[in-house]
């Protein structure tokens, strides 16, 4: 389990274990590969970040996962990667979310990308990226470093 304070000062754990703060979180969060590339999404208000959002009544998080990459860039799930859990320790309240890692086979532009203005393709993540403000605030803390790390030393499929 690694702790560390969020960009709003929030505290947050984080885990690989396998769902070890909920069984049945409301939120997920989809670090996405297209052909190569990094696939994320412009957030109108937050700016770049990898796609995801809330599990809907009777989805599950999975489900919601492969939704969600496809509402914020028409991306197509080929497959799908469990790899860990936070929680945030909000100011209102406690936000756990499951990551996942998901590589997508197709991009099929869309009438509506919802909050966002749909998929943005990088070919690195920059080092700067806590420090550069077309990012958003759920980029700028230790979940995507630690996620980039565990997705570099471990064959996820
Ligand atoms: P809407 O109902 O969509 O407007 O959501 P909300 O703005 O109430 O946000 P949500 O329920 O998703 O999250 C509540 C708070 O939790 C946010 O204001 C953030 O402070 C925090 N939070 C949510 N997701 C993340 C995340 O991925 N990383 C970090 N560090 N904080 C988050």
Redesign the pocket.
Known sequence: MITFR???N?E?KLSFDDHPFSEDP??V?VICRYKGKWLLTKHRERGLEFP???VEEGETARAAAVREVMEETGGTVQEITYIGQ?M?N????I?I?NVYYAIVEELTEQETYY?TEGPVLLKFIPSRVKQMRKYS??M??G?LENCMDYLRHHKVK
Do not use: T
């Not at 909000?90 to 309240?93: A, L, P, T, V």
């Open positions: 969020d960009y709003y929030n947050v409301r939120h969060w995801g959002g809330k936070y945030v909000g100011r209102k309240d936000v979310k909050e605030f759920i700028k803390d979940v």
